[in-house]
């Protein structure tokens, strides 16, 4: 293409793409991100006033129901909807990170619950698992060195 039909084309494609309204964005995914939040916080609350966790295990307590409620939401096709509303607003939370594994391997529905998604969940989750433990090792040992000279 000459540099004419090139400037053309490009002005063309300006034209036609849909422009991204970014405050309407901005503050869905504030908003969406902070109600998150506040279920996470009030899921907190009720282990610790019902069911008598200490405050540490009330949060790995929550840690744990709000990615069950973000696998579940992604499996049911729910999580999917509320990320093209609210952007970055849905993958922040820990909620994102249940719907970031178990996205890819709902691909493989056709080819059964076990086989198909349960086989894929873990080929998919390995490595974030692999990473996040090897990373808390590595962040460990920065630690425990540091401190070993105080």
Excluded at 120 to 139: H, T
Aim: hydrophobic share 45%; proline share 3%.
């Amino acid at each position: 293409m000459s540099q004419n039909q090139d400037k053309n084309y490009k002005k063309y494609v300006d034209e036609i793409s849909p422009k991204p309204t970014y405050l309407k964005n901005y503050i869905l995914a504030f908003i969406v991100g902070g109600i998150i939040c506040m279920i996470g916080q009030g899921i907190n609350d009720l282990y610790m006033q019902f069911a008598n966790l200490d405050k540490m295990s009330a949060a790995s307590a929550t840690s744990i129901t709000l990615i069950f409620i973000g696998a579940f939401l992604t499996g049911l096709g729910v999580y999917d909807l509320i990320g093209k509303r609210a952007g970055a607003g849905s993958i922040i939370p820990i909620t994102g990170f249940a719907n970031s594994i178990v996205s890819p391997a709902m691909e493989f529905k056709r080819e059964g619950y076990v086989l198909g998604v349960g086989a894929n969940l873990f080929k998919i989750a390995g490595p974030v698992l692999v990473y996040g433990i090897g990373s808390s090792i590595l962040c460990g040992l920065v630690y425990f060195i540091l401190n070993m000279f105080k």
